[in-house]
């Protein structure tokens, strides 16, 4: 894998470039596919930050930590990068097996679990469409039952994505 370290508001030296490189390269145990690694080191308001950022097959992966020195602060990146890389790979070895194990015929997964229905009476009242798209809006419900009182039929409205309503009279086929 290859790894770029920069510093920004500070140089750095051999022993902790040597000591991210350990680190980092630490990573490629958990995940074989990592491809590059980038390592930012720097300095803000005196507190001391390392971001790791690492890209693998279709995956990037990146942590940010503070510390009061430098050393802890890249252990702790290092730290929440293995955690991610962790995560992901028992992710894809579940992701495997739950496919596998959960393979069971639409017939039979039908047949096992019986489908339960809740009866609500509801009393409707003969009602313009208009007074339904009022009462609905005093409902706060999605929607509303009514009977029209021109056609003495049960209808349902309600209002759509556009803010504007919609009245759903059943016909019956032919």
Not at 125 to 145: I, K, W
Request: hydrophobic fraction near 40%; proline fraction near 3%.
């Amino acid at each position: 894998m290859k790894i770029h370290l920069t510093g920004r508001h500070l140089k750095i030296t051999e022993a902790i470039e040597r000591y991210v490189m350990q680190k980092v390269e630490k990573a490629e145990k958990y995940f074989d596919h990592l491809v590059w690694a980038q390592v930012v080191l720097f300095i803000e308001k005196r507190t001391h930050k390392a971001e790791i950022v690492i890209h693998g097959a279709g995956q990037t992966f990146r942590a940010l930590a503070a510390a009061g020195d430098l050393y802890s602060a890249v252990d702790l990146a290092s730290d929440k990068i293995d955690k991610q890389i962790k995560k992901f790979k028992d992710r894809l070895r579940n992701h495997h097996k739950e496919s596998e194990e959960k393979t069971v015929p639409a017939a039979v997964a039908a047949a096992a679990v019986p489908i339960e229905f809740a009866v609500v009476k509801h009393a409707v009242s003969p009602v313009t469409p208009q007074e339904a798209a009022s009462r609905l809006d005093e409902s706060g419900q999605s929607f509303l039952l009514f009977e029209d009182k021109d056609s003495k039929q049960i209808h349902v409205i309600y209002r759509r994505d556009d803010e504007s309503y919609c009245v759903v009279q059943p016909v019956r086929k032919k």
